[in-house]
């Protein structure tokens, strides 16, 4: 990750996942920092669960679980 002044957060572009052992609990710690649900715990069959967020910069990024 990068900060500077060329960089603009953004929903738009590329998504990055990242693996979440629990993501109704990182869920609910992005919520209480500042970041917003955009796609709620989602089943994708076997596979295991994905969502979405926006944090507090504007960033959308998305979560995968797999089904334990």
């Known amino acids: 990750m990068a900060k500077g002044k060329t960089y603009k957060p953004t929903k738009d572009g590329v998504i990055i996942y990242f693996s979440s052992l ?4 990182t869920l609910k710690n992005i919520v ?4 917003i649900v955009l796609y709620p715990m989602t089943s994708i069959g076997e596979l295991g669960f994905v969502a979405e967020f926006e944090d507090s910069e504007g960033n959308r990024i998305a979560l995968y679980q797999t089904n334990n």
């Open 22 to 25: 629990d993501i109704e609990n």
């Open 32 to 35: 209480e920092n500042g970041g």
